[in-house]
């Protein structure tokens, strides 16, 4: 059965006339490729902005306590108030490594417990990468934090509801709001591991 939001019999895919990698380094390249429409019309230069996967954390500590992070961003060039997340090394597709190892990276925490409540594209028009996100339960501090050159985060806890519906506190990021739409998610279906702090 042909589901119709899915798949139209008009609809086709763009045609690769041709492509060429115009720019990379360690953290991203830059593909750019010619195109053909279905129309017929060739667009010559689009470019797509090759990412390694991510993942992105909600970690609730013993007493139910969501972890969170603050650090300055420099794209929006604002102190920002978020999620533990990082990116997978090259190669790695183990993604509920990547975010066991970015929590403890960023914030000192391990976790008893982890759920993979989702994946999505991070920005499906011009990047290539998915966002995995995970919840994490019962998580502990058992080390120092092990920052990049570029890092320099404050780990703080708060209640889960409240950083649910905060508004106006710091600039919002996508992937966040993104994590907390799969957690609700889980916890629609899941209540009794809906997190209750003090």
Same mark, same amino acid.
């Given at each position: 059965?042909?589901?119709?939001?899915?798949?139209?019999?008009?609809?086709?895919? /763009?045609?690769?006339?041709?492509?060429?990698?115009?720019?990379?380094?360690?953290?991203?390249?830059?593909?750019?490729?010619?195109?053909?429409?279905?129309?017929?019309?060739?667009?010559?230069?689009?470019?797509?902005?090759?990412?390694?996967? /991510?993942?992105?954390?909600?970690?609730?500590?013993?007493?139910?306590?969501?972890?969170?992070?603050?650090?300055?961003?420099?794209?929006?060039?604002?102190?920002?108030?978020?999620?533990?997340?990082?990116?997978?090394?090259?190669?790695?597709?183990?993604?509920?490594?990547?975010?066991?190892?970015?929590?403890?990276?960023?914030?000192?925490?391990?976790?008893?417990?982890?759920?993979?409540?989702?994946?999505?594209?991070?920005? /499906?028009?011009?990047?290539?990468?998915?966002?995995?996100?995970?919840?994490?339960?019962?998580?502990?501090?058992?080390?120092?934090?092990?920052?990049?050159?570029?890092?320099?985060?404050?780990?703080?806890?708060?209640?889960?509801?409240?950083?649910?519906?905060?508004?106006?506190?710091?600039?919002?990021?996508?992937?966040?709001?993104?994590?907390?739409?799969?957690?609700?998610?889980?916890?629609?279906?899941?209540?009794?591991?809906?997190?209750?702090?003090?």
């Amino acid at each position: 059965m042909t589901v119709w939001w899915i798949k139209g019999p008009d609809m086709k895919p /763009w045609k690769i006339l041709s492509s060429r990698q115009t720019y990379k380094d360690k953290w991203l390249g830059v593909r750019t490729d010619t195109v053909e429409l279905a129309n017929g019309a060739v667009i010559p230069d689009f470019h797509i902005i090759e990412y390694k996967e /991510w993942a992105a954390i909600l970690a609730f500590t013993e007493d139910g306590e969501l972890i969170v992070i603050r650090e300055y961003r420099h794209g929006c060039q604002s102190i920002t108030l978020g999620l533990p997340a990082g990116s997978a090394e090259e190669g790695e597709t183990d993604y509920l490594s990547v975010a066991q190892r970015e929590l403890l990276e960023e914030t000192g925490y391990e976790a008893a417990e982890w759920v993979k409540t989702g994946q999505a594209y991070s920005n /499906w028009a011009t990047q290539n990468n998915q966002v995995h996100f995970f919840l994490a339960f019962g998580a502990k501090k058992v080390a120092e934090q092990n920052l990049d050159a570029t890092e320099e985060i404050e780990v703080l806890t708060m209640k889960y509801e409240d950083y649910l519906n905060f508004e106006g506190i710091t600039p919002n990021q996508c992937h966040h709001a993104a994590a907390l739409h799969y957690a609700e998610r889980y916890f629609a279906k899941y209540p009794e591991k809906r997190p209750v702090s003090a």
